[in-house]
Nanobody, 124 residues
Framework: QVQLVESGGGLVQAGGSLRLSCAAS????????MGWFRQAPGKDRQFVAV????????YYADSVKGRFTISRDTATNTVYLQMNSLKPDDTADYYC?????????????????WGQGTQVTVSS
């Protein structure tokens, strides 16, 4: 079993930055691909970014490419999402997820474990 706990959300002005963290429990963290999704009110959960288990590959949604950076620290079992140049459209609940079977999963159904989410609000 893996438990994921997100933190770092909050209210920020457009153009600002936030760094989200996801603390993972479990001894096999380093073997999971880790991803971030987001869900705005009334919308489906949307893929944001993923990093594979070796941290050798990353992949981003077009809407965040060049602004967001995903990284992971195996020593602390933590995944980060650095978000720069934030826009009001980035407002959503952000979720961390772990995948055990895929290298670069981008679909909701490819993930096995989910956190509870952290809220990000970007004001204009």
């Amino acid at each position: 079993q893996v438990q994921l706990v997100e933190s770092g959300g909050g209210l920020v002005q457009a153009g600002g930055s936030l760094r989200l963290s996801c603390a993972a429990s479990g001894r096999t963290f380093s073997s999971y691909a880790m991803g971030w999704f987001r869900q705005a009110p009334g919308k489906d959960r949307q893929f944001v970014a993923v990093i594979n288990y070796r941290a050798a590959r990353t992949y981003y949604a077009d809407s965040v490419k060049g602004r967001f950076t995903i990284s992971r620290d195996t020593a602390t079992n933590t995944v980060y999402l650095q978000m720069n140049s934030l826009k009001p459209d980035d407002t959503a609940d952000y979720y961390c997820a772990a995948a055990t079977k895929y290298d670069i999963p981008t679909k909701y159904g490819e993930y096995d474990y989910w956190g509870q989410g952290t809220q990000v609000t970007v004001s204009s």
